[in-house]
Structure formats: structure tokens, C-alpha cells
């Protein structure tokens, strides 16, 4: 029964919740070289926000799988990378960006830059 608890917690700290935001991702990292179907994203978390809420911004890690280049011999080992991403999504433009770092503080460079005046999320969840 503990297992399935455990299941289910990790289920939910690693779920989107936002389809579209996922398939974004997913074809972010597809054009940037990895296996973006395969992806493992987790913890993905609500940030920072504008009122009323229609600018937001997403953090996120990823376990991506690196494409391997075609050769005629037998297929390379599998290499992954552990990514660490931000998305910025702005309902009213319909703008959805996406961007990922092999190096979690760049992403908190960019984070402070995408945050700068927005209301953001303190503790352990938050990146501030």
C-alpha cells in the first residue's frame, strides 16, 4: 500500500496538467536534438505570475534522451541528459516559449530576467 502511495505521489509532482504546454516541450527538445517523445519531465511548477494570471511562468526538469546519429554499425548506447527548463506561457498573445539548460543557475539567470515584476512563489518549490 506504501508503494502505491509513493506511485501516485510521484505521478503527481511530475504531471503538467497543461497538454499543450507538455507537447510544446516535448517539440522543443525533438528540435533540439533529443527524443523529446520519451521525455521523463518532472517537477513541473507554477513559478511566477501577472495578475490577473494571464502571463505565467513554468519550471521543469527533464531526463531526455540525446538523438543519436545514423551509422551503418550497431546502435550506440543510449545517452541522457538531465535538463532543467523554464516556460513562459502568455494566454493573451497566445506565446508560448520555451527554453532549457544542461546548468540550473542559467536557468535562474533567465528566470530573474522573465520574473521582473511578477508575483512569485517562495520556498522550496519556487526558484527565487
Known amino acids: 500500500m506504501l508503494a502505491l502511495l509513493k506511485h501516485l505521489a510521484e505521478k503527481w509532482n511530475n504531471?503538467?496538467?497543461?497538454?499543450e504546454m507538455e507537447v510544446a516541450i516535448r517539440k522543443h527538445l525533438t528540435k533540439n536534438g533529443y527524443y523529446g517523445s520519451s521525455v521523463q519531465l518532472q517537477n513541473v511548477r507554477l513559478v511566477a505570475i501577472q495578475r490577473p494570471g494571464w502571463l505565467q511562468i513554468?519550471?521543469?526538469?527533464?531526463r531526455a534522451r540525446v538523438q543519436a546519429e545514423e551509422t551503418d554499425g550497431p546502435d550506440p548506447e543510449p545517452v541522457y541528459h538531465q535538463l532543467?527548463?523554464?516556460v513562459k506561457d502568455d494566454i493573451r498573445h497566445k506565446i508560448l516559449v520555451v527554453r532549457v539548460f544542461d546548468?540550473?543557475?542559467e536557468r535562474r539567470a533567465l528566470y530573474r530576467r522573465w520574473a521582473d515584476g511578477l508575483v512569485e512563489l517562495?520556498?522550496?518549490?519556487g526558484l527565487g
Open 122 to 125: 517562495r520556498g522550496s518549490h
Open 15 to 19: 504531471w503538467t496538467g497543461d497538454r
Open 103 to 105: 546548468n540550473p543557475s
Open 58 to 62: 513554468y519550471r521543469f526538469e527533464a
Open 84 to 86: 532543467y527548463g523554464l
